[in-house]
Each structure stands twice: as structure tokens, then as C-alpha cells.
């Protein structure tokens, strides 16, 4: 019996810890994805409502994610597993800076052009989590051949992430995209 009292000192020490609002461990604020698509979906509606952007019809995903279509593909959409190959041009909706693109010509006229990387049609497996969710949301509402853009809210894109510069924290992403084909 003596030898389990230190054991369990250590472990009632270990859980007032885990009570303490001073918790080392504690890594910040729990992200309020519920609260951020409210946010952002006010700014969407008040974004779509100026935008002059020409289509042939809008998707309004449950999830929040908007779906300008401007040219309307054809076959099947894409599921879980299935290869997508796309060009993409990815701005800020705030204020229409570009952040990112597949296109050498665009990098290069945004300075975003970066020497040795490849820029080449876009590919991602979809549901395999190597690229934001909002992509995965988006995609599957479309076929391929279909131009478009993508509002993606913030909880669907990098969230409250500050790692890229270009990127500030909870932003909703605009990605115009040409949906090239699935494998």
C-alpha cells in the first residue's frame, strides 16, 4: 500500500493540473467552427449580393461552401477516392489578393512565382485530407469540365491558421478553378 500512495499523489497532481485555468498543457482556445461559419456566411451573402461575377447558376452547399458555376461540365462528379486534376487561381474574397495558383503566368504576374516549383494541372485524391476540406466540399458538387469559382468559409479553408502571410487568419478563400478531369 505504501508503494501506491506516490502513484497516486502523482496522479491526483496530474488531474488538478488538467482543472488549473493556468494549464501549461492547455494549447489556446478551442476553435468555434459553428461561430465562424455564421460569421462568414453574413459576409458571403453581403459579398454575393455586390459581386458581378457571371454564371449560369450558384450551389449553396449545406456546409456554407458556394459554387459560382460558369461553364457546366459533364459525366460523373467526383467521390472519395478518385483523382482531380484542376487549375486553380486562389485569392482572398476581402480584397481579391492572390495567394496561390497552379498558372506560371499568373504567379509571375502576382509575385508569387517561385523558381524550381512546378506549375503544371493541379491533382488531389479526394477525401485523402492533403488539401482543405472546402476543395473536397466543392468538387463533389461538380463534374468535370466545370469553370467555376469556390467560396470557401474560413472553417473550410486554413481556419484560424497565421502560417502563410499571404493568408491571414480565419479569411475567406475564392478559388477560381477549371475542373480538367477525374481518374
Known sequence: MKKLIPFLFVIGLITAMGCEPNNPFAAGPTYDRDANLAIDSVKI???????????????????????????????????????VYSDYIGSLMEDGSIFDTNLEQVARDNDLYVEGRRYTVFNFVMGSGNVISGWDIGFRRV??????????????????????SRIPANSILLFEFDFRGLD
Open 143 to 164: 463534374r468535370p469540365k466545370t469553370k467555376g469559382i469556390m467560396i470557401i468559409p474560413s472553417p473550410w479553408g486554413y481556419r484560424d491558421q497565421t502560417s502563410n
Open 45 to 83: 451573402v453581403a459579398f454575393l449580393d455586390t459581386a458581378r461575377i457571371d454564371s449560369l447558376y450558384r450551389i449553396h452547399d449545406p456546409s456554407g461552401v458556394v459554387i459560382i458555376v460558369q461553364e457546366e461540365g459533364e459525366g460523373s462528379r467526383p467521390r472519395t477516392g478518385n483523382v
